[in-house]
C-alpha cells in the first residue's frame, strides 16, 4: 500500500526491451534502502525491483502494464516519481493508494494562478471511473484533492512545492497521465451499479 506522497523523483538511465516485457532502469536517492523484491511506485504503478547495480536498479513493466499505463512512452532522461510501500509505523499523510493505475488521462489545461497551478484532466468514462469535489484521485502516484469535478474532466491545485518536486513540472496539456481513482469512490460505484 501506498500514500500517494511521493518520496523522490528518480530518473530513466536505460530501457531495454524483452518480448513484450519492458526492463526500466533508474536512479534513486534512496538506492541504499531499496533491495530485490521491494515494491516501489513508479509514476503511480508497482513494480518490483528486481536488479540492484551499484547507483541504479532495475524494475519490469509487463504487457498489460505498459498498454495500461503511462509507462510505455517514458524515455531514458524521463523524470519519474518514486514511493516505496508505506510502512507499518509510519504517518499516513495522503490517501490509500494501491498502486495500481486504474486508466490514463490526458492534460487538458495548465493554468498559471500566481503562485499555484490548475491543472485539468480528462478521461473516459466508458471504465465507470468518476470523482468527487474535495474527494482525492492520484495522478502519476501523486495524492492530490479534486477542486472541480465534472462527468469526464477533473482539476486538482498544485501547490509550489508539489510542482517542484514531482514530475507534474514537466506535464503540458496532450500529456498522458496515470490515474488510480479512490479506492472508496471505487467500491460506492460498484455496489450502486449493481443495485
Same mark, same amino acid.
Given at each position: ?29 534512496? =538506492? ?11 509514476? &503511480?504503478?508497482?513494480?518490483?525491483? *528486481? %536488479?540492484?547495480? $551499484?547507483?541504479? /536498479? ?21 523524470? *519519474? ?9 509510519? %504517518?499516513?499523510? $495522503? ?9 490514463? $488521462?490526458?492534460?487538458?489545461?495548465? #493554468? ?15 471504465? &465507470?471511473?468518476?470523482?468527487?469535489? #474535495? ?5 502519476? &502516484? =501523486? ?9 469526464? %474532466?477533473?482539476? *486538482? ?14 506535464? #503540458?496539456? &496532450? ?7 479512490? =479506492?472508496?469512490?471505487? /467500491? ?5 451499479? #449493481?443495485?
Amino acid at each position: 500500500m501506498f500514500t500517494g506522497i511521493i518520496e523522490a523523483l528518480g530518473r530513466v538511465t536505460a530501457i531495454e526491451d524483452e518480448q513484450t516485457n519492458k526492463h526500466f532502469t533508474l536512479t534513486s536517492p534512496f =538506492i541504499n534502502e531499496l533491495k530485490i523484491d521491494q515494491s516501489v511506485a513508479h509514476n &503511480g504503478v508497482c513494480l518490483t525491483v *528486481v %536488479r540492484i547495480n $551499484g547507483e541504479e /536498479y532495475t524494475v519490469t513493466a509487463i504487457d498489460e502494464t505498459l498498454r495500461k499505463t503511462n509507462l510505455h512512452s517514458l524515455k531514458v532522461g524521463d523524470p *519519474v516519481n518514486l514511493e516505496r510501500c508505506m510502512q507499518a509505523n509510519g %504517518r499516513f499523510d $495522503g490517501h490509500v493508494v494501491q498502486g495500481h493505475v486504474d486508466q490514463t $488521462g490526458v492534460c487538458e489545461e495548465v #493554468k498559471d494562478e500566481n503562485g499555484s497551478w490548475v491543472f485539468t484532466f480528462s478521461y473516459d468514462t466508458s471504465q &465507470g471511473n468518476v470523482t468527487v469535489e #474535495k474527494g482525492s484521485i492520484c495522478v502519476n &502516484g =501523486i495524492s492530490l484533492t479534486v477542486v472541480n469535478s465534472r462527468e469526464d %474532466r477533473f482539476s *486538482v491545485a498544485i501547490i509550489p512545492y508539489t510542482f517542484e518536486h514531482t514530475n507534474l513540472h514537466t506535464v #503540458k496539456p &496532450g500529456d498522458t497521465v496515470n490515474l488510480e481513482f479512490d =479506492i472508496i469512490g471505487k /467500491y460506492v460505484a460498484r455496489l450502486l451499479g #449493481k443495485s
